[in-house]
């Protein structure tokens, strides 16, 4: 069965100061992964998605993440961040195409002026 | 594109009276969506998966007698919460895949129900 684990339930950081959030998953094969963010009392919006290829992905907002096969991660990191950034962020897998999505526990983030 | 819309967003009602939430893909065609609770400060909870046509696959542990699930275009999921409880109040939340997309889900906005 896959399973995805973000280690940090909280992080804090001061608006302008880079970010890392972090992702671990467990997956017989390479799954698709997926970052997604969700603001208070919202639904989640796709931040970006690993299918396959370059390892180094862009997504939305000025975030990238990282495949990483060896470590099992998929780290999601963005150089600057803004206070509109604050929310929750989700890192999720799925085994196949038709399959299910996993998600980790959410990471809520924090940006201090 | 991918837009998902979730209607109503809120909804308040009394203990024994029973709640439709509509799931609408707004610029696709929607083969599978999803129904997910969410808890305060928690993660989501897949409730069940629905194809266009066919019967609901629910996940264990959820009464399928009383969330109601249907897919009848490509575009329309429904769900009923029948005989709502209190206990059923929760944030509910849908996504929608297509066949073009692959893997991905994208999410509607959600909806808060609160059981009086």
């Known amino acids: 069965a896959q399973s995805v684990t973000q280690p940090d339930i909280h992080i804090t950081v001061s608006e302008g100061a880079s970010l890392e959030l972090r992702c671990n998953y467990s997956y017989g094969a390479t799954p698709y992964l997926f970052w997604y963010v969700q603001s208070p009392g919202q639904g989640l919006q796709l931040l970006l998605k690993y299918f396959s290829g370059d390892t180094l992905v862009q997504g939305i907002k000025g975030f990238e993440a990282e495949f990483k096969r060896s470590q099992s991660s998929f780290n999601l990191r963005k150089p600057s961040v803004h206070w509109s950034d604050a929310a929750e962020y989700f890192c999720a897998v799925v085994g196949t195409s038709y399959g299910k999505l996993t998600f980790g526990q959410g990471t809520i983030l924090t940006v201090h002026p | 594109g991918a837009v998902v819309s979730q209607h109503p967003s809120w909804v308040i009602c009394k203990s024994g009276t029973s709640v439709k939430i509509e799931c609408r893909s707004l610029d696709f065609q929607a083969t599978t969506m999803f129904w997910y609770r969410q808890f305060p400060k928690q993660s989501l909870m897949l409730m069940a998966t629905?194809?266009?046509?066919?019967?609901?696959?629910?996940e264990q542990g959820v009464e399928k007698d009383k969330f109601l699930i249907n897919h009848a275009s490509l575009t329309l999921s429904t769900l009923t919460v029948t005989s709502a409880h209190p206990e059923d109040s929760s944030f509910y939340i849908c996504s929608a895949r297509s066949q073009l997309a692959g893997a991905t889900q994208y999410f509607g906005p959600g909806t808060r129900l609160l059981v009086l």
């Open positions: 629905s194809n266009e046509g066919s019967k609901a696959t629910y």
